[in-house]
Structures are given as C-alpha cells and as structure tokens.
C-alpha cells in the first residue's frame, strides 16, 4: 500500500454527530426528538441516494428539508413553518465528536493534507464546519455539489484526488457509514471505517482496510504505519 499523504474525511456522522440535533427536536416535539432525528436521517440518506438513481439531483439543504417534513407527517405531527426552519437551521450547528477537533489538529502536525468530502452543499458544509471552529483545520471542503450526484457515486469520490493532485492510493478515506466506506474502496482509496457502536459491516463485496473506535485512534493508526515504513 502507498504511503497515505493526504485524507478525506466525510462530514455526517463522521467528524459531526447528526444525532445532535435531538435537543432541537425535543423543543419542537417534546419526547419525540430521539425518533425523529434517527427517521430524518434514514429518509435524508435515501433521498440523496434515490435522487443519484433518477438523476434527479437537489441539493443537500433540499433533501434534508424533504426528509424532515416526510418524517413529520409519518410520525403524525404537525410541522409549522418556524418548526421547519429552526430545525433545518440545526442541521447547520452539529457538535463535533469529542475527540475529533484534538484528532485534526494532531494529524495536520503529522503533515497530512485534510479534507472534507460530503454529500453536504457548499453552504451546508461551511456552516456545519465553520461553526464548529474547525475550517483552519482543512485544506479543502468538497462537495458533491459540482457533480451533481450523491456518494457513492465514484464521481463523486473522484472529486478528493482532483483536489489534492495525488493518486487515489495515497489518499486515505475515512466514514463512519458502512455504504460510503464501501463505495470509497471500490473507487480506489484505501479506507478506514469509523466504527463507534461496535456495528457489523456491509455485506456488499468489500471490507474497510481498518477499523477504528474513533478518530483519536487514526492518529495513532498514521503513526504506527509511518514507523511500519521507515523500518523497512
């Protein structure tokens, strides 16, 4: 394997919980922000992933806002205007894991070049990470947007090696989805699954070249592959 120069990084459950936003829910909807948050995420991964396949592609902000109103109307509550706006809004203010702002900082010392690369649109992305404090930490933020298609798409994959002008072997990819890290190794990159709650992978003909608890254990997965390196 080549040695790893650069990494991208997907945005959404990744680096960003998008469980975050039950407290918002909860405000909305009191007791019902837990199942309304895990519903608005399944319904807005199928959206993109529907919308690839019809090639009938919005943007991220649509899809999100699409999601969230089939979720209210599935589950019986009533969304206002403000509801919806207030809630889309806190897609734009999600909380960084705990370990993942110590965990860039700690790789970009190492020399690595860093990305993002989502199914988020500009503006979602750059809010979600600039509100987060965390731009300086990136050399790109990537959209899927310019493609107009949604992971896994590999045009969309390719969109990380066109920014950082390496091959797709020295670019490590990191997600905590089973379906986005598959798509990224039939695309070329090595990968590395983020698996925080003890998950089983997806049976889809491909396995993750490492799998990590968390982001503070990539670095020390960088580290030990430099060392692995450097005594051969």
Sequence with gaps: MDPIKAIAFDLYGTLFDVHSVVDRCDEQF??????????????????????????????FEQATEDALRYTCRHLGLDLSASACGALCEAYLRLQPFAEASEALRELRRRGLKLAVLSNGSPHTIGAVVGNAGLRAEFDHL?????????????????????????????????????????????????????????????????????????LDELVRLIDSARAETKGR
């Design 142 to 214: 990537l959209s899927v947007d310019p493609v107009r298609v949604y992971k896994p798409d590999d045009r969309a994959y390719a969109l990380a090696e066109q920014a950082f002008g390496l091959n797709r072997s020295s670019i490590l990819f990191v997600s905590s989805n089973a379906w986005d890290a598959t798509g990224a190794r039939y695309f070329g990159f090595p990968t590395c699954w983020i698996n925080r709650d003890g998950k089983v992978f997806e049976e889809m003909g491909q396995a993750p070249d490492w799998q990590l608890g968390g």
């Design 30 to 59: 009191p007791g019902r922000g837990r199942e309304i948050s895990a519903l608005w995420r399944q319904k807005q991964l199928e959206y993109t992933w529907l919308r690839s396949l019809m090639n009938r592609y919005v943007t």
